[in-house]
Nanobody
Framework: QVQLAESGGGLVQAGGSLRLSCAAS????????MGWFRQTPGKEREFVAA????????YYADSVKGRFTISRDNAQNMVFLQMNRLKPEDTAVYYC?????????????????WGQGTQVTVSS
């Protein structure tokens, strides 16, 4: 089983940027599809982005396409979410996620491991 720990959240003005990081521990962490979800109070957790084990295939929610970029460094067992041109509606707790099957399954909610979440707040 892989364990995940996010960092990099914070407060930023609209139009600004943040980079979230996720450290994965476990012998086979580099074999997992990895992704990011976000959640605001009273709403369901929603898919943001996913990347396959090699880093060559990426998937994005329409709401973040063109603004967010997911990447991974398997040598360091790290996954990143670069968030540019942030909007107030991006405010949420962001969760790192992992699944041993595929990013397609992951973005449909088949998640085997979650991080503890990191708060991102975008002020208008």
């Amino acid at each position: 089983q892989v364990q995940l720990a996010e960092s990099g959240g914070g407060l930023v003005q609209a139009g600004g940027s943040l980079r979230l990081s996720c450290a994965a521990s476990g012998r086979t962490a580099s074999n997992y599809a990895m992704g990011w979800f976000r959640q605001t109070p009273g709403k369901e957790r929603e898919f943001v982005a996913a990347v396959n084990w090699s880093g060559y295939s990426t998937y994005y929610a329409d709401s973040v396409k063109g603004r967010f970029t997911i990447s991974r460094d398997n040598a360091q067992n790290m996954v990143f979410l670069q968030m540019n041109r942030l909007k107030p509606e991006d405010t949420a707790v962001y969760y790192c996620s992992a699944d041993s099957t595929s990013p397609d399954n992951l973005r449909n909610g088949y998640v085997q491991a979650w991080g503890q979440g990191t708060q991102v707040t975008v002020s208008s």
